[in-house]
């Protein structure tokens, strides 16, 4: 099971930090992602970690303001977003798959069955 939490509404140029926490399984297996969907889009790859050479991959639109990272120690992924905009303002998914069924991290942002968390809602008001 894969728990977001960190949402909330937030001024523009402000922050935030998602947190996604894994139960049941460990993430050392598995690739990361955080994904966003907000009314009328398809849902996107935003950010992507590669979990056994710890590349990054992040979609142009956040790249110099998010950053994936986690903490094996507490089965957790996390999203820190900075200077956030209104564009940014959408449902945030956390999503992993296991290593062996994708190779990079920007392999992992364009995934499409993944094992999904339930959401959090982020709204930046400008």
């Known amino acids: 099971q894969l728990v977001e939490s960190g949402g909330g509404l937030v001024q523009s140029g402000g922050s935030l930090r998602l947190s996604c926490a894994a139960s049941?399984?460990?993430?050392?297996?598995?690739?990361m992602g955080w994904f966003r969907q907000s009314p009328g889009k398809e849902r996107e790859g935003v950010a992507c970690?590669?979990?056994?050479?710890?590349?990054?991959y992040y979609a142009d639109s956040v790249k110099g303001r998010f950053t994936i990272s986690r903490d094996n120690a507490k089965n957790t992924v996390y999203l820190q977003m900075n200077s956030l905009k209104s564009e940014d303002t959408a449902v945030y998914y956390c999503?992993?798959?296991?290593?062996?069924?994708?190779?990079?991290?920007?392999?992992?942002?364009?995934?499409?069955?993944?094992?999904w968390g339930q959401g959090t809602q982020v709204t930046v008001s400008s």
């Open positions: 999503a992993v798959r296991p290593t062996l069924f994708v190779s990079s991290a920007q392999a992992m942002c364009s995934i499409t069955n993944p094992f």
């Open positions: 049941e399984f460990s993430l050392e297996r598995y690739h």
């Open positions: 970690l590669n979990t056994v050479d710890g590349t990054t």
